[in-house]
């Protein structure tokens, strides 16, 4: 099979808007952390959210930090986390000073198991984040349910689902607090950043006191606590207000790329990412995961790359690392991630390009 060109697991979506716009922040001088594209990044996010308030910040692993730090976490906190997520979920709890407790996902929909998360609460439970994997929600009803019974916080990390919608709601408004990435691989992008959404004000201030140097917003060097600087600039704003001006638009092409996968994979030993009826995902990643009966994952993605397909494996399961222990048990978390390969999911995917990719697929398993 001849390959049309290397085809790139994710790359961003750039067009002469993004252009425009950076070129205007360059002109207009404003190059560092104040400028108008801050201020209008966030409350268009916060709109497309449809959250009362957003706030930039450095990246979506700075945006959890801040987020944890808004809903109070400190030492001898514990924080409850799936398994099977990127591993910045879990450091972010340890930045906060707090103490990840991990549970398994569910097999229906990938994201943390309720009656899992309901096993782990102990007194010291102060939060729970509930991660929105691969662009496809979480079922958020229970774990609202057991926050608003233990009177514990729910955090959305959404870093991969920008406009994913559960019940109707969009990712980020559900919770007490929602995070994002905009790391260059994202749906939406500013190459590096983040930020947090929430219907809380009093949250939402506080996180603008610590990612600004603690800084008193009343009185200027005057600081009311050991903060960060954890704020995005301008130049990065600006690009990132073009994306959500696009983002309908990004997420039509993926839409339209995941049901393109959906159908030429439907025959195959394998299966796809669920898509719950309660929920409307973005396929960030188009997901696979091997039947047990065919060959390696790795064979797989070894295969797939002679043929000129990136590709990646599921992310570990974090309580396997060593870093965490590498103890427990969590079965569904390591099935997935075992059998599991990401697909190229660029919004900039063209139809030629994805045959080629079901096609290859199709041939190595048949």
Request: net charge neutral; hydrophobic share 40%; glycine share 8%.
């Amino acid at each position: 099979m001849d390959t049309p060109h290397n085809i790139s697991i994710a790359q961003p979506d750039i067009t002469e808007l993004e252009l425009k716009y950076i070129t205007q922040a360059v002109k207009s001088n404003e190059l560092s952390s104040q400028g108008f594209f801050v201020n209008k990044f966030e409350k268009s996010f916060a709109d497309f959210c449809e959250a009362k308030y957003a706030t930039t910040c450095m990246n979506g692993t700075v945006a959890l930090h801040l987020a944890l730090i808004g809903v109070g976490v400190c030492a001898h906190d514990e924080v409850i986390v799936p398994a099977l997520t990127y591993v910045s979920t879990a450091n972010a709890v340890v930045h906060a000073g707090g103490t990840p407790v991990f549970v398994d996902v569910h097999p229906d929909h990938w994201g943390m198991d309720p009656e899992e998360v309901r096993k782990k609460i102990t007194p010291k439970t102060k939060a729970i984040i509930a991660v929105h994997l691969y662009g496809h929600p979480a079922d958020m009803d229970p774990l609202l349910e057991i926050c608003k019974e233990f009177g514990i916080k729910l955090i959305e990390d959404a870093a991969e689902a920008h406009g994913a919608k559960y019940k109707g709601k969009t990712v980020g408004s559900i919770g007490s607090v929602g995070t994002f990435s905009f790391f260059g691989n994202k749906i939406l992008t500013t190459g590096e950043g983040g930020m947090v959404t929430s219907n809380d004000q009093e949250i939402v201030d506080k996180i603008n006191i610590y990612k600004n140097h603690g800084n008193n917003p009343n009185k200027r060097y005057f600081h009311k606590v050991i903060g960060y600087n954890y704020r995005m600039t301008n130049l990065q704003a600006a690009i990132g207000l073009a994306q959500v001006e696009r983002a309908h638009e990004i997420l039509a092409k993926k839409r339209a790329i995941a049901k393109l996968y959906n159908a030429g994979l439907k025959n195959l030993p394998l299966k796809v990412q669920p898509n719950m009826t309660w929920a409307e995902p973005v396929n960030w990643m188009n997901c696979i995961v091997l039947d047990d009966t065919t060959l390696p994952r790795d064979q797989m993605q070894s295969d797939l790359m002679k043929l000129g397909i990136d590709t990646r494996p599921f992310f570990e399961p974090i309580p396997y690392l060593d870093i965490y222990g590498n103890s427990g048990y969590f079965p569904i978390s390591k099935k997935l991630s075992s059998r599991g390969i990401n697909l190229p999911s660029s919004s900039k995917l063209q139809e030629d390009e994805i045959s080629y990719i079901i096609s290859a697929i199709t041939n190595i398993l048949t």
